[in-house]
């Protein structure tokens, strides 16, 4: 393997930064070359909004289900999905924006989540650590009304980065053979080797947590997915105007 995915290979999400501040000018970088990802028929249909004021950090920490991280990283990114910026660029040439597909939907979820995981794996490269905040998906309007997000767009996860304190051990991921599929979806022997995979996750967790916690992977994927995530969503995505016909 080479450096690049060898440095893949050792992502592990960080929750705990040291006081040490991230140079603007390297920050900038990061996010200047994170800006070449690909991008649905060129469209760049995200806008990052950099949180600097602390109280807003510290709202920001509580309405995302009282993550302190949000609060005590160097650096916090809310990530949007933005079709305000394209609706500009239409009414520029005359056009209006046919910005309820799904489609359309889909590009700008697609095009932040590039933008954004670009993001993650340069600051990596430059020794910062930082983790995804989905949890801002919690009380999404409350985001909107606090950072003055306008409509057509919606933030989609925020992001913590700062120099790590502590790194966990990476989390092993599902066998290669369960998510590579070659010419048909066959789910031959899936069964047995999700029990495998279920074994080495357990061990992973007594491991980390001196025997506290030995939950498999199917379990905690069976206890996240019988409750309705976040059942808000499809009304406020709506009220955005990604009305998703
Ligand atoms: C879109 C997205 C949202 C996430 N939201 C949160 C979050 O709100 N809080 C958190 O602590 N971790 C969050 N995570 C981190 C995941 O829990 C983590 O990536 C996963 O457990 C794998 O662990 P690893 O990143 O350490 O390998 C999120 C990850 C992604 C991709």
């Avoid at 060129?42 to 949180?51: E, F, N, P, V």
């Avoid at 767009?153 to 991921?173: A, D, I, S, W």
């Avoid at 010419?183 to 047995?192: L, M, N, R, V």
Wanted: contains cysteine; neutral net charge; charged residues 25%.
């Amino acid at each position: 393997m080479n450096k690049v995915m060898e440095l893949l290979k050792s992502h592990t999400s960080v929750r705990k930064f040291t006081d040490k501040l991230v140079d603007e000018k390297l920050l900038h970088q990061i996010i200047q070359s994170s800006q070449y990802a690909s991008t649905s028929n060129h469209i760049q249909a995200y806008t990052i909004i950099r949180i600097k004021d602390q109280d807003k950090k510290k709202t920001l920490a509580q309405l995302s289900g009282n993550q302190p991280y949000v609060e005590d990283c160097p650096i916090f990114l809310v990530f949007c999905a933005d079709l305000n910026r394209l609706e500009k660029a239409c009414t520029m040439n005359n056009e209006t924006i046919e910005s309820n597909s799904t489609e359309v939907f889909i590009m700008a979820t697609v095009d932040t989540a590039l933008v954004a995981q670009n993001i993650m794996v340069a600051a990596e490269s430059v020794g910062l650590g930082g983790v995804y905040i989905g949890g801002i998906r919690n009380n999404p309007q409350d985001i909107c009304d606090l950072l003055q997000i306008p409509h057509h767009v919606y933030p989609v996860f925020g992001m913590c980065l700062g120099y790590p304190e502590k790194t966990n051990g990476t989390k092993p991921r599902l066998p290669l053979s369960l998510v590579l599929k070659e010419d048909t979806y066959s789910t031959d022997g899936d069964e047995e080797q999700l029990k495998e995979y279920d074994d080495l996750i357990s061990d992973y967790y007594k491991e980390r947590t001196n025997n506290k916690r030995s939950n498999t992977w199917s379990e905690g994927i069976a206890t996240f997915l019988k409750a309705k995530q976040r059942p808000h969503m499809k009304a406020f995505l709506q009220s955005k105007g990604f009305e998703m016909k």
